[in-house]
C-alpha cells in the first residue's frame, strides 16, 4: 500500500521560506531526535522544560499500534481490541445511538474518526441505511447547559422506527489520568438519565450499557467499577494524554461505527516503519517537523494553518490544533495553530491571509481521490448564470483548480504553503495521518526542549475554577 505524501515545495526558496541547504541543518538534531524516539523504553520524563540532553519519553504512543495487532494476533478475544470488537458487535442489535463523553482530544480523535469515514449525514440515516450501527454524538467538552440539555432530549426521543433497540443508547466514557470536570459532570446527567429510561426492571443494563475508557489513575475509574460496568477499557498512563487516538479511546467508538480498526492500525504500523526507516530528504514526519519549525522559529511563521479540502477532514485539524497546543504550547514558546475548511473558509480568510500579517504557514491537507461518483456541473438551458462553458467540468476538478490558485495567490505574497496528500480518506490514510502528525508533535517539542506529555497550564484553570464554585481542586 502506498504513502501518504508531504511536499513542502511551496515553502522553499522563497523569500518568506526556507531553503534546502537551511532545513539540512536540522538535520543531525531531528535524526538523534528519531533514534531517541525509536529506541525509548517509555519511562516519563519530569514534567517542565529539559535540558538539552534529551531524557527518555513517555511515548508509549509510538508503539501502540505494533503492540496492538500483535496481542490480537496472539489473544484474539481476550485482547484489549478483540474485546472491543465483541463489545461493538455485540451491543449494535441493542441499541441506535452512543453518547461519547470525553474532553479535548479524547472526544476530537473519535468524532474525527467519525466525521471522516462515515456518511456525513450518518445520523440522519434510518437504522437500515446505517446497517444498524449507532448514531454517535459526543459531549462533556464544555459546560454549555442548552447544548447538553438538548443532546439529553435527542437520546430520550429514540430513532426513526419503533424497534426496541431504537429507544435504547449507550455511554462511552473516556477520561484519561487527569481529572476533568466537564466530562465527570456530563457523566452523572448522562447515568442518570439513561437509568431512568430503562426503568426500575432494567437497571441491570446499565452494567452493560456504560462503557468506560478510563486511565487507572482516573477518578471515574473507582466510580465505573462501583457500578459494575461489564467491561471497561484502560488507557495506560505511559500514553499521553494527547496521544490516545489509536488506543480504546478512539477505537471503541470507530468499532462502534463499524469501521476498520485493523486497517486503522497497519496505517499507523506503516507510518512508523517509513519514520524509522526513511531518509531525512525523504522521511515526511522529519520534513514535516523541519520545514514548520524552521519557518516559526526562524522566518517568524508562528501561526500554522491547517488548511482542509474537504469537510471529511476538518475534525482531524481541530484535533491536530489540540493536540499540538496541549504538547507544546508552554514556556511562551510553540506555535498556535488553526484550522480553515477550503473554500468554504477561503472567501472570508483568504485576504487577510495574503495581504494581513506576514505570520502563517499554510499546511494543506488534500485527499486526491473522492469516494463518491464524480458530479458533473451540467448543462441548465434558458438560465443565464454563466456556467455553461464549465458543463462538462467536475466539482473535483473546480476544486483542485482553486487549490492551486490560492496557493499561487499566496505565493506571489510570500506566504508559504506544503502540502499533505491523502491518496483518499479511508481508516488505512488516517491511521497514517494520525501517527504522522503524533510523531511530528513529540519531535518538534524535543527540538524546543519541552516535555511534550506535561500541561501544567491545565492544572491552574482547574484550580482557580474549583475555586470559583468554593471546593477542592478536582
Known amino acids: 500500500m502506498s504513502l501518504l505524501r508531504f511536499d513542502a515545495s511551496g515553502s522553499l526558496d522563497r523569500g518568506c521560506g526556507a531553503t534546502r541547504a537551511e532545513l539540512t541543518e536540522l538535520a543531525p538534531s531531528l535524526l538523534k531526535l528519531r533514534q531517541e524516539l525509536v529506541e525509548t523504553v517509555g519511562v516519563r520524563s519530569d514534567r517542565g522544560p529539559i535540558s538539552n540532553a534529551i531524557r527518555t519519553l513517555d511515548a508509549e504512543f509510538f508503539r501502540f499500534p505494533e503492540e496492538t495487532l500483535a496481542d490480537y494476533e496472539r489473544h484474539r478475544e481476550k485482547s484489549d481490541l478483540g ?106 446527567q448522562h447515568f442518570a438519565a439513561l437509568e431512568r429510561s430503562l426503568g426500575p426492571d432494567r437497571r441491570g443494563d446499565l452494567r452493560r450499557l456504560v462503557i468506560p475508557v478510563i486511565g487507572k489513575s482516573s477518578r471515574l475509574h473507582d466510580l465505573t467499577e462501583a457500578i459494575g460496568c461489564e467491561q471497561i477499557f484502560s488507557v495506560a498512563d505511559t500514553v499521553g494524554d494527547c496521544f490516545g487516538v489509536l488506543s480504546s479511546v478512539g477505537l471503541l467508538p470507530a468499532a462502534l461505527l463499524g469501521l476498520d480498526c485493523i486497517r486503522l492500525l497497519e496505517g499507523a504500523v506503516a507510518m512508523n516503519e517509513h519514520f524509522r526507516a526513511a531518509s531525512f530528504d525523504e522521511n515526511v514526519v522529519l520534513q514535516f517537523v523541519a520545514i514548520n519549525h524552521w519557518l516559526a522559529f526562524k522566518r517568524g511563521k508562528t501561526i500554522r494553518v491547517m488548511n482542509a479540502w474537504s469537510q471529511a477532514l476538518e475534525s482531524v485539524g481541530l484535533w491536530y490544533d489540540q493536540m499540538l497546543t496541549g504538547s507544546i504550547g508552554q514556556y511562551d514558546m510553540g506555535p498556535t495553530p488553526l484550522t480553515f475548511v477550503n473554500t468554504r473558509d477561503l472567501h472570508s480568510r483568504q485576504l487577510q491571509h495574503q495581504q494581513g500579517r506576514s505570520d502563517k504557514v499554510f499546511n494543506n491537507l488534500i485527499v486526491e481521490n473522492d469516494r463518491c461518483d464524480h458530479l458533473f456541473i451540467g448543462d441548465l438551458d434558458g438560465v443565464q448564470d454563466g456556467l455553461n462553458d464549465l458543463a462538462k467540468k467536475t466539482m473535483t476538478e473546480i476544486r483542485n483548480a482553486a487549490i492551486r490558485g490560492a496557493n499561487d495567490a499566496l505565493h506571489e505574497h510570500g506566504r508559504p504553503t506544503t502540502d499533505i496528500i491523502l491518496p483518499h480518506i479511508d481508516t488505512y490514510y488516517l491511521g497514517q495521518l494520525f501517527q504522522m502528525l503524533m510523531i511530528a508533535t513529540v519531535i518538534e517539542a524535543r527540538l524546543l526542549g519541552i516535555d511534550p506529555f506535561a500541561q501544567p497550564c491545565l492544572d491552574h484553570y482547574k484550580r482557580n475554577m474549583s475555586e470559583n464554585l468554593g471546593r477542592i481542586a478536582y
Open 83 to 188: 474485546r472491543i470488537f465483541k463489545v461493538a458487535n455485540g451491543i449494535h442489535d441493542e441499541i441506535d445511538a452512543v453518547v461519547v463523553l470525553g474532553m479535548g482530544v479524547s472526544y476530537l480523535g473519535p468524532r474525527a474518526l467519525m466525521e471522516a469515514c462515515c456518511d456525513p449525514y450518518h445520523n440522519e440515516l434510518t437504522r437500515g441505511a446505517r446497517g444498524s450501527k449507532p448514531r454517535m454524538y459526543f459531549d462533556g467538552n464544555d459546560f454549555d447547559n442548552d447544548a447538553s440539555a438538548s443532546l439529553l432530549h435527542r437520546l430520550a426521543a429514540g430513532g426513526y422506527g419503533d424497534s426496541p433497540a431504537e429507544s435504547r443508547y449507550a455511554i462511552v466514557v473516556t477520561n484519561h489520568r487527569q481529572g476533568t470536570l466537564e466530562t465527570a459532570v456530563a457523566f452523572r
